[in-house]
């Protein structure tokens, strides 16, 4: 049986409204969370501070989850390390209330035999803070896109003649000949 670092007892708060417990620890994620280029790595630790409050349809969680990432800069691809932390508000409907009854599964959480899972819910909200494109700082040059070296770590006069094919015959016959060539 495999070990859900996201899932959390709620038999601790009572099912009367207003009820409130706190969830302060830190787990180890078993998977990757993030996007392609930056991501929370496996066997990571995340931080929860999470308040679960009873109230009339189930159990609402709020608070922060926050982990340190491991990625790539989208510019220089050098490898980046970062953190992320965000805040999540998540009603878990119980089994059989109102909003179970009358709202489809993909639309609302639900507690199962007493317990809530939250990797989904913290999952959806990490893909949503991290960016698309990461950079290692917001002034990255990034690579040169003829030679591919880093551009912080290229000379400052750094470049290419580069001519369009189709004008490369022209150039050869404006160069100057060389001075014995000439008449």
Same mark, same amino acid.
């Given at each position: ?28 994620? +078993? ?40 990625? &790539? ?16 508000? #998540? $009603? ?21 035999? #007493? #317990? ?14 991290? +960016?698309?494109? +990461? ?9 040169? &896109?003829?030679?591919?070296?880093? $551009? ?32």
């Amino acid at each position: 049986m495999s070990v859900k670092p996201f899932v959390i007892d709620v038999r601790s708060v009572p099912r009367r409204a207003g009820s409130m417990v706190e969830v302060d620890r830190t787990v180890t994620t +078993p998977d990757r969370i993030g996007a392609e280029m930056i991501g929370i790595p496996a066997d990571s630790p995340v931080r929860l501070d999470l308040r679960l409050e009873s109230v009339t349809e189930g159990v609402l969680v709020s608070g922060t989850v926050s982990a340190g990432t491991q990625g &790539q800069c989208g510019r220089c691809l050098d490898p980046m390390d970062d953190s992320v932390s965000v805040y999540l508000t #998540e $009603l878990f409907a119980y089994l059989d209330s109102e909003t179970d009854k009358t709202t489809d599964d993909e639309d609302v959480e639900r507690i199962v035999d #007493e #317990e809530i899972d939250l990797e989904q819910t913290i999952i959806d909200a990490i893909a949503t803070e991290l +960016p698309l494109t +990461p950079v290692c700082r917001p002034d990255c040059p990034g690579l040169c &896109q003829v030679c591919g070296v880093r $551009l912080a770590d290229a000379e400052p006069d750094h470049g290419h003649d580069i001519i369009d094919p189709r004008w490369a015959k022209l150039a050869d016959k404006l160069v100057d000949p060389a001075p014995d060539d000439r008449e």
